[in-house]
């Protein structure tokens, strides 16, 4: 009989312990065993972990040893826990290290020859830089250096008629004024001290008048080579321009087939999937990170051109069961954590 092998996903609450487990080990195999597991139950000094288990139709807590592989399922800052395991179990055992992005990071990272052409010009917060965009561009975003969710992103715009507005979500301005220096104050109240990145606003194709993106999720495979498992797009409410207030789920393919010529479709769509891997692959290798997944959010312009709004080293995952495509969002993981162990 052979060995059993294990793989810990490292999650952040009780909560998601069993969800989680749930839902990924069906995809694993008679001989891997996997397990769930919160930073608190770790044990260095003993090498053991207490985690979760399903085994004959029943969860179980468990002690175990370190396991062979782990998969992050931790939304946050935990990299020191990454590198003190990785002394333990090796150099190329743990995947996801990084959930939590910095945005001016990867934009720095992505700014290369094949991918400029693609990035919203983008800088760190300051009021010159602040001023140098706004002016140079007339709407803006100023978006959390490591948010999520859309939380805390604002839109600063030039209107023409010689007002400017912030909004927050939505597009309609809950500020405006003539006055710069009335809005400088306002988004020096709403940043405070907290790191923020500045972004060059672009004017993007709408769904039926509403705003959407294009989530490219990428992967890696029983291979070990980044894949792209599908397209999404999240449509926004009426009125708001952050697409994580989403009213419904769509096929990327569906959204383009409705607001592109027949014949410009397929051009997108490769062009999404080859700037997507090539930003996947160039994140990981120059970031001196071990991805196994990551999400790259687009938006299409009015020119059919392709624009890389952030990446999300944390894809969230029920938005795929919406288009019962899930399968393989979920299985993907679990086929490269055995390609490791093999």
């Not at 009021?127 to 002016?135: A, C, K, R, S, Y």
């Not at 004017?203 to 989530?215: E, T, V």
């Amino acid at each position: 009989m052979k060995k059993k092998k294990y793989v810990g996903i490292l999650v952040s609450n009780r909560r998601q312990q069993k969800r989680t487990l749930k839902i990924y080990q069906k995809y694993t195999t008679k001989n891997v065993v996997i397990f769930t597991f919160l930073p608190s139950s770790i044990k260095w000094d003993k090498k053991e972990i207490l985690g979760i288990q399903y085994s004959n139709n029943q969860y179980r807590i468990k002690k175990f040893h370190f396991p062979e592989v782990i998969y992050n399922r931790y939304y946050g800052s935990k990299s020191t826990l990454f590198q003190r395991f990785e002394k333990v179990i090796g150099s190329n055992k743990c995947f996801n290290h990084r959930t939590r992005l910095n945005k001016q990071l990867i934009h720095e990272l992505l700014n290369i020859p094949e991918l400029n052409p693609y990035l919203p010009e983008t800088l760190p917060f300051n009021e010159m830089n602040f001023e140098h965009l706004f002016n140079k561009y007339k709407t803006i975003y100023l978006k959390p250096s490591r948010g999520s969710g859309g939380k805390g992103v604002y839109r600063i715009e030039f209107d023409g008629s010689g007002e400017m507005g912030i909004a927050q979500h939505h597009f309609s301005p809950t500020i405006k004024t003539n006055d710069l220096s009335i809005i400088k104050n306002e988004i020096s109240k709403i940043i405070g001290t907290k790191p923020y990145i500045i972004q060059q606003g672009i004017s993007f194709m709408q769904y039926n008048g509403k705003n959407f993106d294009i989530r490219v999720l990428v992967q890696k495979n029983s291979t070990g080579l980044w894949q792209v498992t599908n397209l999404i797009s999240r449509v926004a409410y009426e009125g708001y321009f952050n697409t994580s207030a989403c009213e419904k789920i769509y096929s990327s393919e569906k959204i383009l087939q409705a607001i592109l010529p027949s014949d410009a479709v397929s051009g997108v769509i490769q062009s999404l999937h080859k700037i997507s891997l090539k930003a996947a692959a160039h994140v990981e290798e120059n970031g001196g990170f071990h991805m196994g997944e990551l999400s790259v959010d687009f938006g299409i312009d009015h020119s059919w051109k392709p624009w890389i709004i952030e990446i999300n080293g944390y894809p969230q995952k029920g938005i795929y069961k919406e288009l019962d495509i899930s399968e393989e969002v979920y299985k993907n993981p679990i086929q490269y954590a055995l390609y490791l162990l093999s």
